[in-house]
């Protein structure tokens, strides 16, 4: 059975930052791409980043999040890493993990056009707030 756990969400204050991570069990992590999305109140899910399968060699970041995001894998733990630094109340929202195998999808992922239907796997969401 495959689980994705997404942790590491909290209230965090503007400037802050949080590193959330995603812990993938029942699955070879090395063989998926991981994206990272999110869905503010009232907004459709986008996708903020993702980071190529194996060791992670490519990776893609939503323009408003570059400089500040950081994803990483660590295949050894089967986790995947978002670090979050100068957070903007603009990044409060539920953050996702997901992963896919299919090579087409990695490739679209790692382009930055994700298509959310396509991937195999979720995370349950992670909340994020920024407020002072």
């Known amino acids: 059975q495959v689980q994705m756990d997404a942790s590491g969400g909290g209230l965090v204050q503007p400037g802050g930052s949080l590193r959330l991570s995603c812990a993938a069990s029942?699955?070879?992590?090395?063989?998926?791409?991981i994206g990272w999305f999110r869905q503010a109140p009232g907004k459709e899910r986008e996708g903020v980043s993702c980071i190529s399968s194996g060791s992670g060699g490519m990776k893609y970041y939503l323009d408003s999040v570059k400089g500040r995001f950081t994803i990483s894998r660590d295949n050894a733990k089967n986790t995947v890493y978002l670090q979050i630094d100068t957070l903007k109340s603009e990044d409060t929202a539920v953050y996702y993990c997901?992963?896919?195998?299919?090579?087409?999808?990695?490739?679209?992922?790692?382009?930055?056009?994700?298509?959310?239907?396509?991937?195999?796997?979720w995370g349950q969401g992670t909340q994020v707030t920024v407020s002072s």
């Open positions: 997901a992963a896919t195998r299919i090579p087409v999808v990695q490739a679209k992922c790692t382009m930055g056009h994700s298509v959310l239907s396509e991937y195999d796997y």
């Open positions: 029942g699955l070879r992590l090395p063989d998926y791409a």
